[in-house]
């Protein structure tokens, strides 16, 4: 029997690190990501996160899935877990170290936030590249007392791309971001070269996620160019606040669960959909409707609020 049909041209996906319950912005970005890709007739493809074994376990990401089944946001294909993919992680690290790009990093925490470290506005700190200077000697030593994290080096250069929300963001990748991190101390490979890595090799052609991970769009795409992906288009939606204006948690409580007690999936997404601009009511929508009245143009800017029906 054959398969659905998909314009492979076209690939989203949802990609959420299971770090507590999925709130109803995570649904709303699955949603995004969902309607995005079938409008244009595309596939869509659900990646679950889970690279951090204590603070996102694997068996977050069922219970994710179980919420995405929930609605018909489960994916086109079955799920993947970044957990399984250490070894395609470890051969990227080794491409970027035989480019002569990575070295250890021996900086602790308490180094790395000292005063004087140059901050951006969002807090982070930009790294002053210390360890790329230690000479051999120094490296040695440092090897007997602590585990290094590897960094992966970034020229003096400024990426720019234009979002399909935000519009037009460049960073310059040295004065403001610094060198970052691609493997962890213990062991476990950061979200920036997982994510980089997965986005090419499943060929992802959209990326929607919270703008709250604009910043982080610069050094995905810098790692895409080296390893040779075909860069994605970037859908960065406004952060969503409950019907009060708070920002909505992943400790409140699974709130969708408590939703769907009262409601039906059709009842959500129809409120999910006219939070977004698709729909001038708030309504029961499905999912086929919802992907007609699609278009990125029409997604509020500046903030998404649930309407008071959305507990
Ligand atoms: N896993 C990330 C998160 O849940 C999102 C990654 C992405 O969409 O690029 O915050």
């Known amino acids: 029997m054959e398969g659905p049909q998909f314009n492979s041209r076209i690939v989203g996906r949802f990609a959420p690190t299971p770090s507590g319950d999925m709130h109803l912005g995570n649904l709303l ?40 089944c929930a609605f018909g946001l489960e994916g086109d294909e079955k799920p993947i877990f970044q957990s399984d993919r250490s070894e395609l992680y470890r051969e990227k690290e080794l491409v970027l170290e035989r480019m002569g790009l990575t070295y250890p990093c021996y900086c ?93 090799e499943q060929g992802v052609t959209e990326v929607v996620r ?6 982080s769009t610069p050094r995905q795409i810098y790692l ?43 009842r959500i997404l129809g409120a999910l959909g006219y939070a977004m601009g698709l729909i001038e009511k708030d309504r029961a929508a499905d999912l086929q409707e919802l992907t007609e009245l699609f278009s990125v143009e029409k997604i509020a800017r500046g903030g998404v609020r649930l309407p008071p029906s959305l507990q």
Do not use: W
């Open 224 to 266: 895409m160019r080296l390893f040779g992906y075909r860069e994605p288009s970037y859908i960065h939606i406004p952060l969503v606040c409950d019907s009060a204006g708070r920002k909505l948690s992943k400790t409140e409580g699974d709130r969708i669960a408590e939703n769907l007690k009262r409601l039906q999936k059709e």
């Open 210 to 215: 919270g703008e709250d991970l604009l910043s």
């Open 108 to 200: 602790s925490r308490a180094e790395l936030h000292a005063a004087e470290a140059p901050r951006l506005s969002d807090g982070s700190v930009v790294y002053s590249g210390k360890c790329k200077r230690l000479s051999d000697e120094e490296r040695a030593k440092a090897e007997k007392t602590r585990k290094p994290c590897v960094r992966v080096r970034v020229p003096d250069k400024v990426i720019s791309f234009t979002d399909a929300l935000c519009g037009t963001y460049s960073q310059n990748l040295e004065s403001e971001c610094g060198d970052f991190i691609i493997r962890r101390s213990d062991g476990v490979y950061a979200y920036q070269l997982a994510v980089t890595v997965d986005d090419g």
């Open 29 to 68: 970005c699955a949603l995004t990501a969902y309607l995005s890709a079938k409008s244009k007739g595309g596939k869509y493809i659900v990646r679950i996160e889970d690279l951090d074994p204590i603070r996102s376990p694997r068996s977050g990401g069922y219970k994710i899935l179980d919420t995405l």
